[in-house]
């Protein structure tokens, strides 16, 4: 009776970490607010449509090199842990820590 769309991107990402990850620090980053309803069809409906969006979002940001630098700095940083990482994952993690309750607080971050 309950949606785990997170879980679902979770997974998926492991399975293919090209396909991005969705959870509240993600929808957070965008100011996506999930819709709460006790009708699952309700919920999943928006929920699709953000990722859907997402995933189109992080393949634009990727072809025109928005966040090129950051790649770089965040590969430079990490060194051959991050070699293998495709540049969605790195995006991922970008947004995922924008997010986060720290960046709030903190409007330098």
Known sequence: RS?????VTKLAHTVNPKYSVYDSKIAA???FAPRYSKKIDQRLEPELAFYSSLCA????IV???MLERHIRVFRNR??????HLPDIKIIDF????AGGPESKADPTH
């Open 3 to 7: 949606l785990q769309f997170s879980f």
């Open 29 to 31: 980053a965008f100011s």
């Open 57 to 60: 979002t992080y393949k634009e």
């Open 63 to 65: 072809a025109c090199s």
């Open 78 to 83: 990490y060194g051959p842990a991050a070699g």
């Open 94 to 97: 970008v947004f995922w820590s």
